[in-house]
């Protein structure tokens, strides 16, 4: 050290420079950072991500996925039924206006406007503001989707035929029968397949003939006078027009597909 010239300090390449421990660094000098992303932050992440998974397969497991018989093309009775995300899509398409002779319009023109609209909101509102009465026109039209989605999803739901759509679905054990039976010509000949099937399997417009128990004398006692359930004709009377022997052989050969 020299008078007047200062302090000059002169360091030693042996001796280590102070370390300081590894721990994250205080950010609570910064609001909305006062914590580290790693690990803190990503292992809340991780863990919250773990526990949905887990309850999603136990969900899974305790509910499986509802499942239909096998696709069959040539069965025109059935109605197929989208999953619950695009029922108000499904409703769409039955009013007059987006059906029929209309249906590019429920299925390609309205779907298409919403989305196009939906791209465009960013573009027509360039505010910085977030609070949603300052911003009216993103506003009113997330309004107005959100009570389309649920409008039409709730009608969807309630002027479906549940039970029809279960019933149609169901998957039944298939009938073993002899196809050379007289009784299978006249069943064939009938309008008994139009409603119960090639296979016996059932139709919305008829039930499954499979393992009702039904008798010879019960099965032709129903083609003559019909089904009446709830005080409501489920079957029609007289639905058969052969004669009294082709009823016989059709309600022996029904019988044995009845009790399997």
Avoid at 144 to 155: G, K, P, R
Avoid at 158 to 170: F, L, M, R, S, T
Avoid at 206 to 219: K, M, N, S
Wanted: proline fraction near 7%.
């Amino acid at each position: 050290m020299h008078r007047g010239k200062g302090m000059k300090f002169v360091g030693d390449s042996r001796i280590r420079s102070y370390e300081k421990n590894r721990i994250p660094k205080d950010y609570s000098e910064y609001p909305g950072k006062t914590e580290a992303f790693w690990p803190n932050f990503l292992l809340k992440e991780w863990i919250i991500g773990a526990i949905f998974l887990v309850g999603f397969l136990i969900l899974t497991v305790a509910h499986p996925s509802p499942l239909e018989r096998q696709a069959d093309p040539t069965d025109t009775g059935y109605i197929p039924l989208p999953d619950w995300y695009f029922l108000q899509m499904y409703q769409l398409l039955k009013y007059e206006f987006a059906s029929g002779p209309y249906n590019v319009i429920g299925a390609i023109i309205m779907p298409g406007l919403a989305i196009g609209a939906l791209l465009l909101v960013p573009f027509m509102d360039t505010s910085k503001e977030r609070r949603p009465f300052k911003r009216p026109l993103p506003t009113a039209f997330m309004l107005l989707t959100l009570f389309a989605m649920i409008y039409l999803t709730w009608e969807s739901v309630v002027n479906h035929d549940w039970d029809a759509a279960k019933a149609q679905g169901e998957i039944v054990e298939e009938a073993e029968f002899d196809t050379s039976d007289p009784g299978y010509e006249i069943y064939m000949g009938q309008s008994c397949v139009t409603c119960h099937g090639e296979n016996f399997e059932g139709t919305p417009a008829g039930v499954p003939l499979t393992g009702t128990g039904h008798t010879a004398e019960e099965i032709a006692d129903i083609a003559v006078n019909g089904v009446v359930k709830d005080g409501q004709q489920t079957m029609p009377a007289d639905a058969f027009s052969g004669s009294e022997e082709e009823l016989q052989q059709l309600a022996e050969f029904l019988s044995t597909v009845t009790q399997q």
